[in-house]
C-alpha cells in the first residue's frame, strides 16, 4: 500500500513540478526499475523539468480528433501494395419480387434491395419508412439506438427517388438505409460516443465513412448504440440486446450496429474494432461482418481510441453486402494520413480448388465449445472442391504483452477524463473497465511503450510470413490470441455465422485474409455462404 500511495504522489506531484527522492525511490519499482541512491540523486533535476513540461503541455487541451503525429505502419518489409483498381461487377440477382407484405423487405440483402430499387420496383421512401417504423417499434426493447435521423434519412430518400428515376443511378447502396456506431460524426444530430459524460456532445463535422456513403448514395437513418467510449454493450442508456436471445447483451463494442442489422431495423451498419469489436458483436448477433485491414478506411470524424489500432467496417446480412458497403467506404481521403491506396478487385464468383485454403489444425483439433460447428465448416469446404493446408500459428514473439499499447494509447485518448475524475461519470466501474484501464495506462512508460512497438514490428514479420503460405487462413473466432495477434498486425478478417449455440444464440467462423486483400476474403466467404443458410435465418419474434 505504500508503494501504491507513493507512486500515486509521484503523479500528483506532476502537479506542482516537484518529485520527492522516495516518491522516485518507490515509483521506479512499479516500471521494473532498480537505481542505485546515487543515480536517483543525480537524474532528480531531469525528472523535476519533466513533470515541468508534462504540466505545460495539460495547460493545451487535447481534442480526441488530434491524432499523434506518427503513423502505424502495418506492412511487412518488402510488401507490395496492389493498387491497379478493376471495375467490379456486382452481378445484382435478378426478378426479385416485391412480396406482398412489404414489411418482409426488412430482411432483404441489399443485392435484393439494390435490385428492387435499381428496377424502380420499390422506392427509397417506401424503404425507409419500413425501417423507421421497425426502428421506432423495437429499439427501446434491444436498446440499440441513440438517435433517429428521420429529418436527413427522408431527405436523402427522396433525393435518391428523384436520381435514380432520371436514370442517375449511383450504385448498389442508392437508396439503401443504414445505420452508423454513434462514435461518427455527423452535424446537427449527437455524437455521444456511448458515454455518459458526452451523452450531448454534437461535433460539426461530417465523418469520412458517412460522406462516402453519403456519395455513394446511401440513407443515414440511425445513430445506434455502441458500449461506453467502444466496450462491450453497455451505454449510458442501459444494454443493449442480442435479438435472437433478449436476455443476453449484444456484446460489444459494434453493439447496437449488430443488433439493429440483426433485428431487420436497418439494412446494414457501420461498426469499429480495435479489440474485437465487429467480431464479437457480429457473432452474438449472427450477422456478417468485416474488420479490414488497417489502413484501408479512413477515421477521420471518428472518435479515437486507439490510433494504431482502430478500423471501420460494415456489419451486414451477408459477406456480398459487406463487399458493396466496403468498396463505398475504402480509399484515402486526405484527412486521414494512415490510408494506403490499395485497390479492391473483389469478385462475385471463385473456385475452392483454385485457392490455397488454410486452417489452424491444432485449434481445430482442441475439445471445446464451438468444435462441432466449427468442425463442420472445413467438412463443407471439403465436400465442394477445397484442399485444406494445416498452418501453425506459433510465433516466437510474445503477444500478450503488446496489448499494453491499447492501453496507453486509450488513457492518452481519454486523459482529460482520468485528470478532471469525470470517468466516474462512466456506468461501468468495475476493476475490468475503463477507467482502472486508464487509470493503469499512464503507468506504460514510454520506454515500454516504444518496446511493445518494436516487438510488434517484429510481429508484423511472422504473421505476415505465416499469411503468405496461403489466400485464406480459416480460424475459430475466439480461439487462442488471433484475435489480439491480427488486430496488433491490422490483418483482415471476415465472420460469418455458422451456426446456433443452445442458449439459441448465433455462433461464427472467422476467415483471416492476407493484408489489403478483404477481395478474397470475402468472395471466399460469399462461396461458403451460398452452401450454407445460416446468413438467411433471422429471429421469428421480429418478423
Not at 423495437?138 to 438517435?147: F, N
Request: glycine share 8%; aromatic share 10%; with cysteine.
Amino acid at each position: 500500500m505504500k508503494k501504491l500511495i507513493l507512486t500515486f504522489s509521484l503523479l500528483a506531484s506532476i502537479a506542482y513540478a516537484q518529485v520527492s527522492v522516495e516518491a522516485t525511490t518507490e515509483g521506479q519499482k512499479i516500471l521494473g526499475l532498480s537505481f542505485d541512491p546515487a543515480e536517483i540523486d543525480s537524474m532528480q533535476g531531469n525528472l523535476i523539468e519533466q513533470v515541468k513540461d508534462f504540466k505545460r503541455m495539460r495547460e493545451h487541451p487535447l481534442p480526441n480528433s488530434v491524432p499523434p503525429a506518427f503513423v502505424f505502419n502495418p506492412q511487412p518489409v518488402g510488401f507490395e501494395v496492389n493498387t491497379a483498381q478493376e471495375t467490379i461487377d456486382w452481378q445484382l440477382p435478378e426478378n426479385v419480387k416485391v412480396p406482398k407484405d412489404k414489411g418482409e423487405l426488412a430482411f432483404y440483402t441489399v443485392a435484393e434491395l439494390a435490385s428492387l430499387l435499381k428496377n424502380r420496383k420499390i422506392t427509397s421512401v417506401e424503404l425507409t419508412q419500413i425501417y423507421l417504423k421497425r426502428l421506432k417499434t423495437y429499439g427501446d426493447t434491444l436498446q440499440c439506438v441513440i438517435t433517429l435521423t428521420e429529418k436527413e434519412a427522408m431527405t436523402q430518400a427522396a433525393a435518391a427517388d428523384s436520381e435514380i428515376a432520371k436514370g442517375q443511378y449511383r450504385g448498389p447502396l442508392h437508396g439503401i438505409p443504414y445505420g452508423v456506431k454513434d462514435l461518427l460524426a455527423y452535424p446537427d444530430y449527437k455524437t455521444t460516443w456511448g458515454a455518459m459524460p458526452y451523452k450531448d456532445q454534437v461535433l460539426e463535422e461530417t465523418s469520412t465513412v458517412i460522406q462516402k456513403l453519403e456519395e455513394a448514395g446511401a440513407v443515414m437513418i440511425a445513430k445506434l448504440t455502441l458500449g461506453a467510449l467502444a466496450w462491450g454493450d453497455v451505454w449510458y442508456g442501459g444494454k443493449t440486446r442480442n435479438p435472437w436471445n433478449a436476455e443476453q447483451g449484444s456484446s460489444g463494442s459494434s453493439a447496437g450496429s449488430a443488433s439493429a442489422t440483426s433485428a431487420g431495423l436497418v439494412a446494414f451498419s457501420i461498426g469499429t474494432e480495435t479489440l474485437g469489436s465487429i467480431v464479437s458483436p457480429s457473432t452474438r448477433c449472427g450477422n456478417s461482418g468485416l474488420r479490414p485491414s488497417y489502413g484501408r478506411v479512413s477515421r477521420y470524424g471518428a472518435m479515437a481510441l486507439s490510433w494504431t489500432m482502430d478500423k471501420i467496417g460494415p456489419i451486414c446480412r451477408s459477406a456480398e453486402d459487406c463487399a458493396m458497403v466496403f468498396a463505398a467506404i475504402t480509399g484515402p481521403d486526405g484527412k486521414d494520413q494512415t490510408l494506403v491506396p490499395a485497390a479492391f478487385n473483389y469478385q462475385a464468383n471463385t473456385d475452392f480448388s483454385k485457392m490455397r485454403i488454410g486452417y489452424v489444425q491444432a485449434f481445430f483439433e482442441r475439445e471445446y465449445f464451438n468444435s462441432e460447428r466449427d468442425q463442420a465448416v472445413l467438412d463443407v469446404l471439403k465436400a465442394n472442391g477445397a484442399e485444406l493446408i494445416p498452418i501453425e500459428w506459433e510465433f516466437e514473439t510474445p503477444v500478450g504483452p503488446l496489448s499494453n499499447i491499447l492501453g496507453a494509447e486509450a488513457a492518452a485518448a481519454f486523459e482529460e477524463l482520468t485528470l478532471t475524475n469525470r470517468d466516474t461519470l462512466l456506468v461501468r466501474q468495475i476493476k475490468n473497465s475503463w477507467p482502472n484501464v486508464f487509470r493503469a495506462g499512464h503507468f506504460v512508460s514510454a520506454v515500454a511503450y516504444i518496446q511493445a512497438m518494436r516487438h510488434r514490428y517484429q510481429l508484423i514479420q511472422e504473421v505476415n510470413a505465416l499469411m503468405q503460405q496461403v489466400d485464406v487462413l480459416i480460424v475459430p473466432s475466439f480461439m487462442g490470441n488471433q484475435l489480439l495477434t491480427t488486430n496488433l498486425t491490422g490483418h483482415p478478417a471476415v465472420v460469418v455465422p455458422h451456426g446456433f449455440a443452445e442458449n439459441g444464440s448465433p455462433t461464427s467462423i472467422t476467415f483471416l485474409g492476407n493484408l489489403f486483400d478483404e477481395a478474397t476474403i470475402l468472395s471466399f466467404a460469399k462461396k461458403y455462404q451460398e452452401l450454407t443458410d445460416y446468413e438467411n435465418q433471422h429471429p421469428e419474434w421480429l418478423k
